[in-house]
Structures are given as C-alpha cells and as structure tokens.
C-alpha cells in the first residue's frame, strides 16, 4: 500500500477534522429552548394520585404589592399626624412653666425681759409658694399661692393677666389683677433670693404683704439698660381692706418706679401718691389722710476681691402714713410721717457658700423724741436692727441659712432694750 505524500497529508486531516466536528459546533449556535420544569403535584385523597398545581398568575401578585403600598402610605400619613400633634403638644408645654419653693424653719427669740416673759422656740413653714406662668407672643397669665399650715392655710399671692403692647417683642405690657407694687428694690425682690430670710422693718412698715390689685404698665427700654412700671393701685394692700376683702373707698393710688440696670451697677426712684380715709367714733365725717412716698434704691456689684462676688445695695423711704403691725393685725397710722434705710453687704466666698451684713433703720415718727412707759421703749421709737447671716447652697435646689437678728431700740435713760435678739435657721428647697 502507498501512502499519500507528506505534502498532502496535513489538508486532509484538516478536512476529516472540520468535518466531524460540524454538527456539533452548529447544535451549539442554535439557541436553547426553556427546559419545562414538571409542575408541583399535591396529593388528593385518593391514594397514589396526584394534581397538578397550575402557575400562579403575575396579576395577583401586583394587586398584593399595590394592597401593601397603599396600606403603608396610611401608616406614613398616620405618624405624619401624631408627629404633628407632638409638635403642638411641645410648643404648649414650652409656654408653660411651673416653679416653686419652700421656706422651712427654726426660730428661737429671747425673752422680753429678766423674768422669763415672752419670746419663743418654734418650727415654722414661713412660705410654700407654687407658682405658674403661662406665655404666648401676646399675653401672659401668672398665679401664685402660698400654701402654709397657718391662717389662712392657702391664699392667693398673685393673679395677674397680661397683654404685651405689639411691637415691643414682649419688653412692654399691660397688666392687670393682683400683684407687687412697683415700689422700690426689696419690696418687688423674691423671697427666695433674699438672703435675710425676713424683709427690713422699714419695707414691712411701709409696704405690708408687698402686693395690692390694680392695673399697671411694665416695660424696658434701651437695651434693657432702662426700666419703668407704674400703675393704678387700691392702696390698702391685700389683707389691709374691707372684711369682705375689697377695697372700701373710692381713693386709688398712683405708684411707679422709674429705673436703670448697667449690669454692675443698678438702681432707681419711686413715688406713691394717694389718700386713705378714715371715720374715727367722734368724727362727724370721713377724713382723708395723705398718702405718699419717695424711695430711692440702688444696687453694687463687684468682683474685685478673691473669694468672691461682693454685692452692696441700699434703700432710703419717706412718706407719710404706714401699718404698725398690732399682734397678728396691721393698723395704719394715717397721715403720719415716717422715714427708714437699711444697707446690706453680700460677700461670697467661693461658689456655694456667702455672708449676709444688713442694717436697717426704722422711725415711725420722723423725729419724735424716743419715750417710754413702765420701764419700757414706746411702741413708737425708733429701731435699728443688725442682721447677720450665713448661707450655703446645697447646688441649685436648696439654701440653708442661719440667720441672727438684733433689734435695737431706742429708749430714754430709764428704759431698757427689750431682749428681743431672734435666732433664724431656715431650709429652703425650690424647683
């Protein structure tokens, strides 16, 4: 046999080659078909047989996914509105506020006299005050109540209704009901900042209970640098009128304080002017009886020393007619000139603790010679009293103070000095 030259053998293998391979390389261009999965059977009660289950169609399974969509488009719009609702609820709760202290404390006095007569040992709550504010960009309610275990239990100390005048972002306003006079310093000061846990004798004289019921412009100016209040007043305070509680004549009172505030330095002047009418058993008519007061007041800040802050502040008034305070009653003296100061110096030493010095003087009748009656000063004379105080702050929430007050009054040379020197150790807890 002869084989086939080498020269020819190389295009005939070629040729074998492409041509086995042919079939196999045009199956593979054609495209696949879907292999046709057998459809799931579920047996039936019969035994061994089956049915078969058909193809979930795609339309029900739209109509699920639209059924879903719209039910989460609700709950979306639902949180949207209690979101809302919050939100409202929020903004109320910011206008309101609600604040308080109490005034607990221990107060030992020493006896009138050598025979053991008089003063006292006693526990006290002095203040329970709750009090709440509520403000919009217009108006403002406030009502405070003093809540103690003595008559008359629970009383109202403030009850004022507001009206901001537009314009003045809330820095002016008319007020009208129950509320301080704006009257000097320490009257309008709180009673939980004061550091002597009592006011002076010549505040409590001239302005008993602080507070009356009228009506009263308020506002600051200039930065707030500048400040004035004045108003139209009753007079006769709010435990001082009628036995129905309302005022018993038709005289009102004109009272205002025109002040300043530097930041370091701050202080002002007030004026009182009104009448108050009396009807005495042999007074054929009713007499009215001047009534008017000037105070000048102001106020000292420093930060020179390295304990502490230092506060100095001050306060001269004189005027005519003022309430002598008779046991538990205060009766006003009508027409009767009176006049009184005090000065306090405040010392902190580092950030929680401070020391208090006030001087106060009181005389009832400008100038009246001092007497005395069974060996004793006249109810009349003139008192100073030394006040000396130290506080430590318990943080924000809590002040205690142990307080020593020394009335001194004056008497002629065959009277003596009452022992009346009054030990005050007072907790007070705010929120």
């Known amino acids: 046999m002869t084989l086939p030259k080498p020269s020819l053998m190389r295009p005939l293998v070629t040729a074998v080659v492409t041509l086995s391979l042919s079939p196999a390389l045009a199956r593979a261009q054609e495209p696949t078909a879907p292999v046709e999965q057998p459809a799931p059977q579920v047996p039936t009660s019969d035994e061994g047989a089956t049915t078969q289950v058909p193809p979930a169609d795609a ?13 989460a488009e609700g709950k979306v719009a639902a949180l949207e509105e209690q979101n809302v609702e919050t939100k409202n609820d929020l903004i109320s709760l910011k206008k309101l506020k609600i604040s308080g202290y109490v005034q607990a404390r221990y107060q030992y006095q ?31 309610m406030m009502l405070q109540i003093d809540a103690v275990p003595t008559a008359p239990f629970v009383t109202v100390r403030d009850a004022e ?44 004289a001239f302005l008993p209970d602080e507070r009356d019921r009228g009506v009263k412009f308020a506002g600051t100016f200039l930065e707030g640098k500048v400040n ?21 004549d038709k005289e009102k009172d004109v009272i205002g304080r025109a002040g300043f505030d530097l930041g370091w330095l701050s202080g002002g002047v007030s004026g009182w002017y009104g009448h108050t009418i009396t009807k005495g058993p042999s007074d054929t008519f009713r007499k009215a009886h001047t009534r008017d007061r000037v105070a000048l007041d102001a106020q000292l800040y420093l930060d020179v020393l390295p304990l502490g802050a230092t506060a100095i502040k001050g306060e001269y008034i004189t005027g005519k007619s003022y309430w002598k305070s008779s046991g538990d009653v205060k009766v006003e003296q009508p027409g009767v000139p009176a006049s009184g100061w005090y000065g306090l110096i405040v010392q902190n030493v580092g950030l929680s603790d401070a020391v208090a010095v006030r001087y106060d003087f009181f005389d009832p009748e400008n100038g009246r010679k001092n ?48 022992h009346d020197n009054l030990f005050t150790f007072q907790m007070q807890a705010r929120y």
């Not at 006769?236 to 005022?247: E, L, R, T, W």
């Open 371 to 418: 007497s005395a009656s069974e060996g004793r000063p006249a109810s009349n004379n003139s008192v100073g009293t030394l006040a000396v105080a130290v506080l430590h702050y318990f943080g924000e929430n809590l002040k205690v103070t142990a307080a020593y007050e020394m009335p001194m009054t004056a008497h002629p040379d065959d009277a003596k000095d009452p």
């Open 161 to 204: 209704a507001t009206l901001f005048i537009p314009g003045t972002h809330q820095q002016a306003g008319l007020t009208l009901g129950q509320m301080k006079w704006p009257f000097g310093y320490e009257a309008v000061q709180s009673s939980a900042d004061r550091e002597i846990p009592e006011r002076t004798r010549v505040v409590r």
């Open 59 to 71: 339309a029900p399974a739209d109509a699920d996914l639209d059924e879903r969509m719209t039910n």
């Open 228 to 248: 004035v209040a004045a108003g139209l007043f009753d007079g006769d305070g709010i435990f001082n009128q009628g036995s129905v509680g309302v005022d018993n």
């Open 110 to 140: 020493q006896s009138l006299d050598e025979t053991g007569v008089g003063g006292f040992s006693r526990f006290a709550v002095r203040r329970g005050r709750i009090k709440t504010t509520y403000t919009t960009d217009w108006a403002q």
